[in-house]
């Protein structure tokens, strides 16, 4: 067994808000040995992980799930008509994943009418790699320049508006990995190499 289930059945723990005797509760394996298992002294057993990966809700492959690498020319941006931006995803959607980040392209001259609010569950960080964004959060606008980072609830109405006759390129980091995956599926024509 891998060194990291350990460090992924605590981080799972903590982030669910579980005590080592919650987990023993519903797992019926002692506070002792999972103790030892998330400090990575023991090595679960497949009927010990079993027990382990429902009770945290999640299934087996979570624990074995190896890291993912997207290369810079594997990502096949999407644009967004309606919103007139450009997005990249940087991460691959699981469900089980808990962050997800993209750059996103505001293209010049988006202009208040051609972007529609949007909200969803969880917290958002927006850090701006080039141009003038104005980034609109429950109807108040904030100016935000190069080396700009903005962190808000994501349940705020935002958008992103470029009134600048120049690209807007922006880091987005959310707890929503598959929003951008609804969106994609939804709204977005997949640009093509022509």
Same mark, same amino acid.
């Given at each position: 067994m891998s060194t990291i289930i350990g460090r992924k059945i605590k981080q799972l723990r903590l982030i669910q808000k579980k005590k080592l005797k919650d987990l023993s509760n519903s797992t019926g394996l002692s506070i002792s040995y999972l103790s030892k298992l998330e400090?990575?002294?023991?090595?679960?057993? $497949?009927d010990a992980l079993e027990k382990i990966a429902a009770a945290l809700d999640v299934s087996m492959d979570y624990f074995y799930e190896e890291p993912s690498i997207i290369r810079s020319y594997e990502r096949r941006p999407s644009f967004l008509s309606e919103e007139m931006v450009v997005v990249e995803q940087l991460t691959e959607s699981h469900y089980n994943r808990v962050l997800g980040a993209s750059i996103i392209s505001v293209l010049p001259d988006?202009? #208040?009418?051609?972007?529609? $609010?949007?909200?969803?569950?969880?917290?958002?960080?927006?850090?701006?790699?080039?141009?003038?964004?104005?980034?609109?959060?429950? #109807? *108040?606008?904030?100016?935000?320049?190069?080396?700009?980072?903005?962190?808000?609830?994501?349940?705020?109405?935002?958008?992103?508006?470029? %009134?600048?006759?120049?690209?807007? %390129? *922006?880091?987005?980091i959310n707890n929503t990995p598959d929003i951008w995956q609804s969106y994609n599926q939804n709204e977005a024509i997949i640009l093509e190499d022509e």
């Open positions: 400090r990575e002294n023991y090595t679960a057993s $497949p988006n202009t #208040e009418n051609s972007c529609a $609010p949007h909200s969803h569950p969880g917290e958002e960080i927006v850090y701006v790699l080039e141009g003038v964004l104005t980034a609109k959060l429950n #109807e *108040i606008e904030y100016t935000l320049y190069p080396g700009d980072c903005l962190h808000f609830p994501a349940e705020h109405s935002h958008k992103w508006l470029n %009134r600048t006759n120049q690209m807007v %390129r *922006i880091l987005n």
